[in-house]
């Protein structure tokens, strides 16, 4: 079981649509980050959020922490073919220093 | 700032061998993780160097080690190869963001191992 659920595994959709990316635990998590990551390379970093209830926007890319800090959405508002890639959220159970990342949602967004 | 380097990008070695990744962090970054991605698990924590000392390590067995110079370089070895070794070897250098506490990692672009 992972400790950072990620749905839907697989998104295809065409550009001009809306989507959004679900990111779930059952652990408190004092932070949550979102990373990108386009295929022969890393993962990206796209946003950090802190404090529960915390909405944050990057252009198109709506991101929110949970009440609770259990769980993060990321929205994306009429996506573009540039949005294609694998969306990794991650974060740091209780005390502990190391990342740990969700399984990943592989978006693909068709012209 | 150069990113952080990784090298090689692409190798082939046959069950049994040995390998050594190498990875040079941001400049100025002290800390530098290894996380193992594989389309099955996903990306899992392997170990973080800090100051030429391991500081965190992950779930994988002891064939899998690695270290860090005074200069912040690391190297990971993965010896007696498997099959399952098979995967994209990501490093990342890191620093802890002001404020929030959050450990932010900046990838290199992997190197990515095919066991035969």
């Known amino acids: 079981t992972q400790l950072l659920e990620q749905s839907p595994q697989f998104l295809s959709i065409q550009e001009g649509e809306n989507l959004t990316v679900y990111c779930n635990s059952s652990?408190?998590?004092?932070?949550l980050q979102w990373y990108r990551q386009e295929p022969g390379e890393g993962p990206v970093l796209l946003v950090t959020?802190?404090?529960?209830?915390e909405v944050k926007k990057l252009k198109r890319l709506t991101f929110q922490f949970g009440d609770a800090r259990k769980d993060s959405s990321l929205h994306i508002t009429a996506a573009q073919p540039g949005d294609t890639g694998l969306y990794l959220c991650?974060?740091?159970?209780?005390?502990?220093?190391?990342?740990?990342f969700g399984s990943g949602t592989q978006l693909t967004v068709l012209p | 700032k150069a990113g952080v380097t990784q090298t090689p990008r692409y190798l082939i070695k046959t069950r049994g061998q040995q390998v050594t990744l190498s990875c040079s962090p941001i400049?100025?970054?002290?800390?530098v993780s290894w996380y193992q991605q594989t389309p099955g698990q996903g990306l899992q924590f392997l170990f973080e160097?800090?100051?030429?000392?391991?500081?965190n390590k992950g779930n994988f067995p002891g064939r899998f080690s690695g270290r860090q110079f005074s200069n912040s370089r690391s190297e990971m070895n993965v010896s007696t190869l498997e099959l399952g070794d098979s995967a994209l070897y990501l490093c990342?250098?890191?620093?802890?963001?002001?404020?929030?506490?959050?450990?932010?990692?900046?990838f290199g672009a992997g190197s990515r191992l095919t066991v035969l």
């Open positions: 990342a250098s890191s620093f802890t963001a002001r404020g929030s506490g959050a450990n932010v990692l900046t």
């Open positions: 652990s408190v998590f004092s932070s």
């Open positions: 959020v802190v404090t529960g209830g």
């Open positions: 991650a974060g740091s159970p209780g005390s502990a220093r190391q990342l740990t």
């Open positions: 400049s100025g970054h002290r800390s």
């Open positions: 160097y800090f100051s030429e000392t391991q500081r």
